[in-house]
């Protein structure tokens, strides 16, 4: 008896639910890493928060690599395209060699993409350029992987806005999970998800299935969930700031009583002085 062969009909449905079974995997993994954050969060000891401002570190970096992969996911077809275009134009086809111009315009160089792919500041920069992220929030993500970097290869503790910071980066990977895109629309019924992913679904899509839009449901939940006290967390960097500021001035006078040299502190303090003030909210 010869065996039937599966139509492409067939093959490209299953071809379908893999990839949606896969891409369900990652939003998982993504899920427990956050989910594992606010645990820690909850805690609230030194050494937990020093744990989840890690793991908020790492899944935030892992949300910019997927949404970075779903924006390019045309520049392989875009360098097939190309060549194609480019035979073309070989041949003396001068709308050939037009199309080729603007495809080519469209392909990211290797090298920049080999920089996206390991750096995390490209990864912002890239999606911040293309309107993906908010640029206000470049600035920020940035600032608090650096602190990461400070944290976890240098031992650098800053027990004052531990707290905060944590706090703060919660709710920016919140954020960058509000942008988090991919190319599949639906996410099938909550039957098939996890039970990472199933408290978060709801079945109003298209034929009771789970919309595109899971991602930023996950995302408004959890930032409920874990809140952000911002008069709490501006009172806290305030006083970290305060303190800073205080062991400078300390640091100008020694040199102003040491070294004869005048009005370093003073001038520092009036420098300083606005800046703290619009953190504080007396200016606002």
Known sequence: MTPTLPSRDDVEEVTRLRERSIHME???????????AKG???KGR?????????????????????????????QEMLIGLLSTYQQLAAHGSAKAATE???????????SE????DRNFDAKVAFLAERGVLDADLGPVLEKLHKYRNEMYHRDKLRRDVIK???????????????????????????SELGPELKRYAVADGPLDLVGQDLPQRIAA???????LDLPQVRSAL??????????????????????GVPHLASRFHERARPCLDQISGECF
């Open 26 to 36: 990652q939003l998982g993994l993504i899920v427990v890493q956050l989910e594992e």
């Open 40 to 42: 820690m969060i909850e």
């Open 46 to 74: 030194v050494a937990h928060l020093r744990l989840a401002f890690i793991l908020l570190d790492s899944v935030t970096e892992l949300i910019l690599h997927r949404t970075v992969q779903s924006e390019l996911w045309d």
């Open 100 to 110: 080729a111009a603007a495809i080519e315009a469209r392909i990211i160089p290797q």
């Open 113 to 116: 993409l080999n920089k996206i």
């Open 164 to 190: 905060p910071a944590t706090l703060i980066y919660f709710d920016s990977a919140c954020t960058a999970l509000n942008a988090y895109r991919h190319l599949y629309t639906l996410y099938g019924s909550p």
């Open 221 to 227: 939940q959890l930032r409920r969930e874990v809140g």
């Open 238 to 259: 305030v006083q970290y700031l305060r303190a800073r500021l205080d062991e400078m001035r300390d640091g100008l006078t020694f040199i102003e009583d040491n070294l």
